[in-house]
C-alpha cells in the first residue's frame, strides 16, 4: 500500500512539472506522456495483489494525462503483457476494463463538454480495442463482458435509472455508451447550438435523428465537413467493431442459430440510437465520393479522414447485418405486409424485430432513396475501373469486397431494391465492375473469396427475368481488361470473362464452374444476339468438357455438359432469330454433338479414355482471336507472402439453387424436387462433390496453376469422390437424358443446307452463310420447346456460415493499422501465407 502511496505521490508531482513544462513544445510532452503510459502498463502487469477499484489514482494513469494515439497505445501495450495480466492477475483485468467502461458511461452522462473529457473517452476507446480481442481469445473471460460486476461500488453504478438491484451486464453499458456518443454534439456531431454562451445539449433529451452523419435516406441536411468528428467517429466504431468480432474467436459451426451477443444486443429495440445510426452509417458510405469534388488528381493535395470512417462504417453495416437463417425472408415478408395492412398491424401489438439494422433495410423502399443507395455503391465499384483510364487520377479505394457484401445484403434483404437494380439498366453499372474483378481477381489464390462473392452476386441477380434481358445492350465502355477483344453487348462480356476463369484461372475456382454455367443458363433465354466471339468461346467450353477422359473422371464433370446444352437449346428454342454466329458455331463444330451422341460406354472404351487423359485437356489458346485488349494487363498470381484467410466449403449448386419454371405470361412457378424432375445437371449430385472447396482451401500447400481448367476440376475433387469410378450403368443412366434431340434436329435440317450453298455459289465466305442463317427460320421443324427453366438462389445454412468466415477475413486482412486482431487466438478461420 506504501509503495502503492509512493508511486501515486511522485506520479503527482510528474503532473506538476508536467503541466509546468508544458510550454516546451507538443514533442516533448507527447513522449513525456508515452513514458508515463508505459509506466502505469508495467505496473499493472507486475502487481500481484488486486488494486481495488475505488483507487483512482492508479487507475486515471491510463486516461487521464495521456495522449497517446490508438497506434501508441497497441506499441506500449504488448499482447504477451495483456496474456499476462489475464492469467496471474485477472481481477486487475477485469478492473481495469469495468473502469474505462465506467469512464465511457460518465462521458456518454456527461456529453463530454471539456477538450480533457473528450480525450479521456478516445484513450478508453483505444485501450479497450486493444484488450477486448484478448478477453475473446480465452473461453473462460468470453462471459465476462455479460456477467454483471459484482462488488464495482455501486457510487460509480453504470445505470442510473435501472432497478435497484439488476446492474446492467458491461457489455451492453459498454454498447449503449458508445451509441450515445457517436451523437455526442462537438464530439462526433455538428453542434446545434447557436453561440458559444448556450448551455450544452443536454446529452440524455437530445434528439439523434437531428444529428445524423451526412444526407441521404430520411435525412435533408448536409452537416458541414468536420475532420475531427470524422476521426472520433472512426475510432469509437473500430471499438464497436472489435466488440463484435468476438465472433471470430468461435470455430465455423452449421448451427444457423447462433446470433452474435453483441451485435444481438446493439441492434436491438434497447438502442435507441439504432435507426440514426443506421442511416449515418449507410449514408456516409453510399455519398462518399473519393474523387473528391470532381477534381481530378484532387485526392494528392488533401488527406481524406472521410474514406477511414467510411471504411469503419461499411464494416459495421455489413457485420450487423446478419441474422440466423431465414429471418430475412420473413423480415421482407414483414415489410410488404405492414405496407399493405397497418390498421390491422396497429390494433395486435407487433412483437420488435429481432435485428432493427436488418428491419430498416428490408424497408427502405422510396425511389430516390433506392437510386441513392444504388449510385452511390456503382459510383464506389467503379473507382478501380477509372484508375484504368487516368491513373492516380482519383484516390483508389480498398474496400470493394466490403462494398460487395453489402451490395449482396441489399439484395438478399430487400426485393423492392433487387427489383429497383433490375428495371433499369443501372443494374450494368455494377455488372461491369464486378465482371471487372472477377477478371482482374481469376489468377490470384488470395482473393478466391472475391471470386466467390461476385459471382453469388450474379447468380441472385440471374434467377431474375429482367437481368438476362437488361444484359441485350451493347457493350461500349472500353476499359482495359485482358480479355479478347469483342463488338457485342454485356452478355458477350459476361461470356467472354466467364470463359477465361474457366479456361486461365487457378484451381481454387473449380466448385464455381457450376455457378458461373448455371448463370449463363439463366439469362440464356433471354439473349437476342451472340457475338462470334462469344459463341465461340461457349463451343469451346462444350469441347472441352466433353472429352470422354473429362466426363469419366469424376462423379459429376457431365453436369457441366448438361449446362451448355440447356443453353444452347434455350436460345435455339426463344431467341433463333438473332442468334445466326450460335447456330453457326454449331454447325462448324458439329462434330462435338455427334461424339457426344456416340459416347462410347463400354469398360474396355471408359479404360482408354482414362488413359489419354494426360494428352488432352483446355488449351489456353483456342480461338483465332488471342490479342487482349490494348492498355490491359495479364491477371496476376498472389504476390508470395501474401496474407489470406481460409474460407468454408461452399455447398453444392444444387443446395444453393431451387428451380422455379417461367410459365407463359413470364410469372415463376417453383418446381417441386421428384426424381422424374431430375432430368438435367442436377441430378447425381456425387456425395462429396460440394465439399471440393473446403478440402482445397484448408491445404496449405498451394497449387500452381495448370493449364488444363477441366483437369484441375478433377485434382480438387474431395476424397469422397476419389473412391468412385467411372463404369458402364453410370456413363449409360445419364447419356440416355442428354438433351440432344433440339440440337440435332437443327443440323439435320440445316448443314445439307449451308453444304449445298457452299458447293452451288463456291462460297467459302462466313459472311454470307451468316446472311443465308440470318434469314432462314426453323418454324415448325423443331420439337416443342421445353418450358425455361431458372435456377434461383437459396439462401441456407452452409451459404450463412461461408458469408460469416469471408466477411470476418475481410476484416481481419483490412485492419491492420493497427493490427487489430493479428497474433490472437482466431477460430473461425486460418489464416494463410501464400
Request: net charge negative.
Amino acid at each position: 500500500m506504501m509503495r502503492r502511496l509512493s508511486s501515486f505521490t511522485q506520479t503527482q508531482c510528474s503532473h506538476g512539472s508536467r503541466r509546468a513544462a508544458g510550454a516546451l513544445g507538443h514533442n516533448m510532452g507527447n513522449a513525456d506522456t508515452k513514458l508515463h503510459f508505459r509506466k502505469a502498463v508495467i505496473q499493472l502487469t507486475t502487481k500481484t495483489q488486486p488494486v481495488e477499484a475505488t483507487d483512482d489514482a492508479f487507475w486515471d494513469q491510463f486516461w487521464a494525462d495521456t495522449s497517446t494515439t490508438v497506434q501508441d497505445v497497441f506499441a506500449l501495450v504488448p499482447a504477451a503483457e495483456i496474456r499476462a495480466v489475464r492469467e496471474e492477475s485477472p481481477s486487475n483485468l477485469a478492473t481495469l476494463c469495468y473502469k474505462a467502461v465506467e469512464r465511457l458511461v460518465q462521458g456518454a452522462d456527461s456529453g463530454c463538454p471539456s477538450e480533457k473529457e473528450r480525450q479521456i473517452i478516445l484513450n478508453c476507446t483505444r485501450l479497450l480495442t486493444r484488450i477486448l480481442p484478448y478477453i475473446f481469445e480465452d473461453a473462460d473471460w468470453r462471459g465476462f463482458f455479460w456477467s454483471t460486476v459484482p462488488g464495482a461500488g455501486r457510487a460509480g453504478r453504470l445505470d442510473e435509472d435501472g432497478d435497484e438491484d439488476e446492474a446492467r451486464p458491461l457489455a451492453e453499458s459498454l454498447l449503449l455508451a458508445i451509441a450515445d456518443l457517436l451523437f455526442c454534439p462537438d464530439f462526433t456531431a455538428q453542434s446545434h447550438k447557436k453561440s458559444s454562451t448556450d448551455t450544452a445539449e443536454d446529452i440524455r433529451s437530445i434528439d439523434s435523428c437531428e444529428y445524423i452523419w451526412e444526407a441521404g435516406v430520411g435525412f435533408a441536411q448536409s452537416p458541414p465537413p468536420n475532420y475531427v468528428h470524422d476521426i472520433n467517429r472512426t475510432e469509437l466504431l473500430k471499438l464497436l467493431l472489435t466488440c463484435f468480432s468476438e465472433a471470430m474467436y468461435l470455430p465455423p459451426s452449421s448451427d444457423s442459430g447462433y446470433l452474435n451477443p453483441w451485435v444481438s444486443f446493439f441492434c436491438s429495440t434497447e438502442n435507441r440510437h439504432a435507426l440514426p445510426l443506421f442511416t449515418s452509417l449507410l449514408n456516409v458510405v453510399c455519398a462518399y465520393d473519393p474523387v473528391g469534388y470532381g477534381i481530378p488528381y484532387n485526392h494528392l493535395l488533401f488527406s481524406d479522414h472521410r474514406e477511414q470512417l467510411v471504411e469503419q462504417a461499411l464494416q459495421i453495416l455489413i457485420v450487423t447485418l446478419e441474422h440466423e437463417a431465414g429471418s430475412a425472408a420473413s423480415a421482407a415478408l414483414q415489410a410488404l405486409d405492414t405496407s399493405t395492412s397497418s390498421s390491422a398491424a396497429e390494433e395486435q401489438e407487433p412483437a420488435a424485430p429481432d435485428n432493427l439494422f436488418v428491419n430498416y433495410l428490408s424497408r427502405i423502399h422510396r425511389e430516390e432513396d433506392l437510386s441513392f443507395i444504388l449510385k452511390g455503391l456503382a459510383r464506389l465499384m467503379n473507382n478501380p475501373l477509372i484508375q484504368t483510364y487516368l491513373p492516380r487520377s482519383t484516390k483508389k479505394i480498398q474496400f470493394h469486397q466490403e462494398l460487395l457484401i453489402l451490395f449482396w445484403k441489399f439484395c438478399d434483404f430487400n426485393k423492392k431494391f433487387l427489383f429497383f437494380v433490375l428495371k433499369s439498366s443501372d443494374v450494368l453499372d455494377m455488372l461491369v465492375p464486378i465482371l471487372f474483378s472477377l477478371n482482374d481477381a481469376r489468377a490470384d489464390q488470395s482473393r478466391v473469396g472475391l471470386m466467390h462473392i461476385g459471382v453469388f452476386i450474379l447468380l441472385l441477380l440471374s434467377g431474375e427475368r429482367n437481368f438476362g434481358v437488361r444484359l441485350n445492350k451493347p457493350y461500349t465502355l472500353r476499359v482495359p481488361m485482358d480479355i479478347p477483344v469483342f463488338t457485342g453487348t454485356h452478355a458477350d462480356l459476361l461470356i467472354v470473362i466467364f470463359h477465361k476463369i474457366i479456361t486461365s484461372g487457378h484451381q481454387r475456382l473449380q466448385p464455381l464452374f457450376d455457378c458461373l454455367l448455371t448463370i449463363i443458363v439463366n439469362i440464356s433465354p433471354y439473349l437476342k444476339s451472340l457475338s462470334m466471339v462469344a459463341a465461340n468461346k461457349l463451343l469451346h467450353l462444350l469441347e472441352a468438357f466433353s472429352t470422354p477422359w473429362f466426363l469419366f473422371s469424376a462423379p459429376q464433370n457431365h453436369h457441366l455438359v448438361f449446362f451448355l446444352l440447356e443453353v444452347f437449346n434455350n436460345i435455339i428454342q426463344y431467341q433463333f432469330d438473332g442468334n445466326c454466329n450460335l447456330v453457326y458455331a454449331i454447325i462448324r463444330k458439329r462434330n462435338v454433338f455427334h461424339q457426344l451422341a456416340n459416347l462410347p460406354s463400354d469398360t474396355a472404351s471408359i479404360q482408354r479414355a482414362l488413359q489419354k487423359k494426360k494428352k488432352s485437356g483446355i488449351s489456353r489458346t483456342n480461338s483465332a482471336e488471342t490479342e487482349s485488349m490494348e492498355g490491359s494487363r495479364p491477371a496476376a498470381s498472389a504476390e508470395p507472402g501474401t496474407l489470406k484467410a481460409s474460407l468454408e466449403a461452399t455447398p453444392g449448386i444444387d443446395k444453393i439453387t431451387e428451380k422455379s419454371q417461367v410459365s407463359v405470361d413470364g410469372t415463376m412457378v417453383a418446381v417441386p424436387h421428384s426424381d422424374s424432375q431430375q432430368t438435367t445437371a442436377d441430378s447425381s449430385a456425387a456425395a462429396g462433390a460440394s465439399d471440393t472447396e473446403s478440402n482445397s482451401e484448408r491445404d496449405p500447400e498451394v497449387y500452381h496453376t495448370e493449364s488444363e481448367a477441366a483437369r484441375s476440376r478433377l485434382s480438387s475433387v474431395s476424397s469422397a469422390a476419389a473412391a468412385w469410378s467411372a463404369n458402364t450403368d453410370w456413363v449409360l443412366a445419364w447419356k440416355a437424358k442428354l438433351p440432344l434431340q433440339t440440337i440435332m434436329r437443327l443440323l439435320q435440317v440445316l448443314v445439307p443446307q449451308v453444304e449445298k450453298i457452299c458447293i452451288d455459289k463456291g462460297l467459302t465466305d462466313e459472311s454470307e452463310i451468316l446472311k443465308f442463317l440470318q434469314h432462314g427460320t426453323l418454324v415448325g421443324l423443331l420439337p416443342v420447346p421445353h418450358p425455361i427453366l431458372i435456377r434461383k438462389y437459396q439462401a441456407n445454412a452452409g451459404t450463412a456460415m461461408w458469408f460469416r468466415t469471408y466477411m470476418w477475413g475481410v476484416i481481419y486482412l483490412r485492419n491492420v493499422d493497427p493490427p487489430i486482431w493479428y497474433d490472437t487466438d482466431i477460430r473461425l478461420f486460418e489464416i494463410q501465407r501464400i
